[in-house]
């Protein structure tokens, strides 16, 4: 079965660094998501991507943030430089359209010192 | 903007049926999913219902939808171990592309 696959499952970066959280999205898919869920918390929307361009983001998508599909089968996340409350899961997820449910992959976790 | 709530605890009883609630805001949702999460692992997609049913069944899973009162329910029968995780609400609207989920309710099944 297609699934939604995501590198590393455990980043560790220091304050200041920047990091990019890789995802590969079910194939025939083409919606884009990037999630977050800081631990004991809620899962936030950050990211929806399609057609090579956002579509919709989140007041957590600040300028730290980016997204790109650099290829015809990556999704990538990238922030710029950390900061310690960025330290979450990050969640990439993709459908078929925007009325699809969303496949979610294992996750990233993503520790800043 | 959308808020979804949910009870944040379970506890159930091996072969008992658990019912887990959820309540949203945002009248023009059209999905509504329950995804699973168990320890350390990320988001199972279990089920979702379209607006404008009131029921679905899927195996030992059963969704419930008040559009009226934005109630929504999940019903697992025979509650077993491995259905133990953390259960997530979420909806959708035809507006947005995103998902709000409430804050998860943990489920815990006893022998």
């Known amino acids: 079965e297609p699934e939604v696959t995501q590198t590393p499952s455990h980043q560790v970066t220091q304050m200041g660094q920047e990091v990019i959280l890789r995802c590969v999205p079910i194939?025939?898919?083409?919606?884009f998501y990037w999630y977050r869920q800081i631990l004991g918390q809620k899962v936030e929307f950050l990211v929806s991507?399609?057609?090579?361009?956002?579509?919709?983001k989140s007041e957590i998508f600040d300028d730290q943030f980016s997204v790109e599909r650099p290829d015809g089968s990556n999704f990538t996340l990238k922030i710029r430089s950390t900061k310690l409350e960025d330290s979450a899961m990050y969640f990439c997820?993709?459908?078929?359209?925007?009325?699809?449910?969303?496949?979610f992959g294992p996750g990233t976790r993503l520790t800043v010192l | 903007g959308e808020d979804v709530e949910q009870s944040l605890f379970l506890s159930v009883r091996e072969g008992d049926s658990s019912v887990i609630n959820c309540t949203y805001t945002?009248?023009?949702?059209?999905?509504l999913y329950w995804y699973k999460q168990e320890p350390g692992a990320g988001l199972q997609l279990l089920t979702y219902?379209?607006?404008?049913?009131d029921m679905k069944q899927d195996q030992r899973l059963t969704v419930l939808l008040n559009k009226k009162d934005k109630h929504l329910s999940l019903r697992i029968a025979d509650t077993q171990t491995g259905d133990s995780a953390i259960y997530f609400c979420?909806?959708?609207?035809?507006?947005?592309?995103?998902?709000?989920f409430g804050a998860g309710t943990t489920v815990t099944v006893r022998a």
């Open positions: 979420a909806e959708n609207s035809s507006n947005d592309y995103k998902l709000s």
């Open positions: 991507f399609y057609n090579n361009e956002i579509s919709e």
């Open positions: 194939s025939n898919h083409l919606y």
């Open positions: 945002d009248s023009s949702s059209t999905y």
């Open positions: 997820a993709s459908s078929e359209g925007t009325n699809n449910e969303q496949f």
């Open positions: 219902i379209f607006s404008n049913m």
